[in-house]
């Protein structure tokens, strides 16, 4: 493992909550491999208060955001997911250990995280921006409530398979009414998230741009929309007696009451995520979709 004194990541924080005895003996070999090589280590509350980690100081994610160069995920895409909302607000690096299933978003296997995270110390990293959504529900005479999200913002009802009416604005010009299981408004990382699941393109990260995906549309002229990550989009919901929502990232839930607006845009603050040097967005695609391999 690279010495401390020669990294410019000298305070590191680690967080995940490790369930399992593998991602918890992850945790345990990187808590130990930086440790020794002299890295202030920042553990997140729930872990530091749930196993005995050596050469660790406990520290909230708003502390680990505010004091560290750079925050290690040890998880699935959830996790990272849930992390990103919040270190995005702070200019710290983030990296992700895959203990869970996909693993689009965290790109260290757990049984090479030493050894590749020992690279990255050693400064033998790329650097990429993600924008994340900002999701805020205004009404009269009431204060706004927001959110934000890394995958997307979506809109529907408590009732599942359950019709709802509203309307799509972009830039203050009407786009389109529909009645629907209810819309997908999704980042380039939310792409191959639940909006693939809904039928929207894969975008890649690196494209400045907004995914408009329905859900079950009532019509079959209806299509995904891609904008510009500049838009704001408005949504404008029916009177209806049932409650609607919108849910960040499948997480955070706003209620949307009657007569309200539903603004959403890009977030001002990006994350940034710290790649190995072998990281390759296609081959990642190739591995989790299960794509063909080269025929020639």
């Known amino acids: 493992m690279t010495q401390a004194s020669h990294s410019e990541f000298k305070t590191i924080g680690l967080l ?18 930086l ?14 208060n749930q196993y005995q980690l050596p050469h660790v100081q406990s520290a909230t994610i708003y502390e680990i955001g505010e004091q560290a160069a750079l925050a290690i995920v040890v998880g699935g895409d959830g996790n990272m ?3 990103a909302r919040i270190l995005s607000q702070y200019d710290i690096g983030v990296i992700g250990v895959n203990r869970g299933n996909l693993g689009f978003l965290t790109d260290l296997p757990p049984e090479q995280a030493v050894p590749m995270l020992s690279d990255v110390l050693a400064g033998q990293y790329s650097t990429e921006l993600r924008f994340l959504l900002h999701a805020e529900v205004q009404q009269e005479n009431a204060p706004a409530t927001a959110s934000n999200a890394m995958n997307e913002v979506v809109l529907h009802s408590d009732k599942v398979a359950h019709m709802i009416e509203f309307e799509v604005f972009v830039d203050h010009q009407f786009v389109f009414s529909q009645r629907s299981d209810g819309l997908i408004i999704a980042t380039p990382t939310g792409s191959t998230a639940y ?18 995906i329905p859900m079950f ?3 079959l ?12 989009i408005s949504l404008r919901v029916a009177p209806t007696s049932e409650p609607l929502h919108i849910s960040c990232d499948g997480h955070n839930t706003l209620p949307v009451p009657l007569h309200s607006t539903i603004n959403i845009r890009r977030q001002e603050q990006h994350l940034r995520l710290i790649h190995p040097l072998n990281y390759n967005y296609y081959k990642v695609l190739r591995n989790k979709l299960s794509w063909g391999s080269r025929l020639f």
């Open 81 to 83: 997911l849930g992390a």
């Open 221 to 232: 002229s209806s299509r995904p929309l891609v904008v510009p990550a500049e838009s704001n």
């Open 195 to 212: 909006s693939l699941s809904a039928g929207g393109s894969i975008l890649h990260p690196g494209l400045a741009a907004i995914n408009v």
């Open 16 to 33: 995940g909550v490790p369930l399992s005895d593998g991602a918890q003996q992850t945790f345990q070999d990187l808590c130990e491999a």
């Open 217 to 219: 549309p009532h019509t």
């Open 35 to 48: 440790g020794n090589a002299g890295y202030h280590l920042l553990v997140d509350e729930r872990t530091y």
